[in-house]
């Protein structure tokens, strides 16, 4: 199957500060790809996506890297606040395929 | 939100016993996909759905029958429910299937004791 994975499990972050999550992907084939924010208990929250004709995405707070390159996406989260205290994972999506894979996710604690 | 919703969202049984699960959707979209989420396996595909009486298997389909009857529902049936099977039931949909926007519902939890 494909592999979707996250270079780092936990992430703690001062309020104010900017986070970062990564993550790996391994089919070159992949086109499009998602991110998603998770809350305890909740279903997981569409944030931002991004296709592979694009380097950078940015929505509200949030901006999407792309390296085709190195296969590589990352999520940015500027001025973090409590409320983006969740899991955060990422999804890639292939023309070529009928589904989506997923990542484990990162836990992203923001320290009030 | 995407308008999705699951049924039951918690649900306990016991071995052997049948479960269904229903998703509905009020967006219209072509793909119904049910996922299961279990701890240090991040989301797994049991099977999805890609129009009316249209299905197909997943990576973790054993186990699992589904049926689409109408645009709106897809449900999820364990025939007979087993430990392993305990989990969280996610259900999502997408109009333009692994390439377009996937949006979640918000789970159901089902223990299998």
């Known amino acids: 199957g494909e592999s979707v994975g996250l270079h780092l499990p936990t992430l703690s972050v001062q309020e104010g500060d900017n986070s970062i999550i990564n993550c790996a992907y391994s089919?070159?084939?992949?086109?499009?790809f998602i991110w998603y924010k998770q809350e305890s208990g909740k279903g997981p929250q569409f944030i931002i996506d991004i296709r592979s004709n694009m380097d950078k995405r940015q929505g509200q707070r949030v901006t999407v890297l792309l390296n085709k390159t190195v296969k590589h996406l990352s999520l940015q989260i500027a001025a973090t606040q409590p409320g983006d205290s969740a899991v955060y994972f990422c999804?890639?999506?292939?023309?070529?395929?009928?589904?989506?894979?997923f990542g484990t996710g990162t836990s992203l604690t923001v320290i009030p | 939100d995407a308008g999705i919703t699951q049924s039951p969202r918690h649900k306990v049984t016991e071995t052997g016993t049948p479960v269904t699960l229903r998703c509905h959707q009020t967006?219209?979209?072509?793909?119904m996909y049910w996922y299961r989420q279990d701890p240090g396996h991040g989301l797994r595909l049991i099977h999805y759905?890609?129009?009316?009486?249209?299905?197909d298997k997943g990576e973790v389909s054993d186990g699992y029958s589904v049926s689409r009857s109408k645009t709106e529902d897809f449900l999820l049936t364990l025939e007979s429910a087993t430990s392993s099977q305990t989990s969280v039931y996610f259900c999502a949909i997408s109009e333009g299937g692994p390439t377009g926007e996937l949006f979640f519902g918000e789970g159901s939890r089902l223990t299998v004791l």
């Open positions: 999804a890639e999506g292939a023309n070529t395929g009928n589904q989506f894979y």
């Open positions: 759905s890609y129009g009316v009486k249209d299905t």
């Open positions: 089919n070159s084939a992949s086109d499009y």
């Open positions: 967006e219209n979209h072509r793909y």
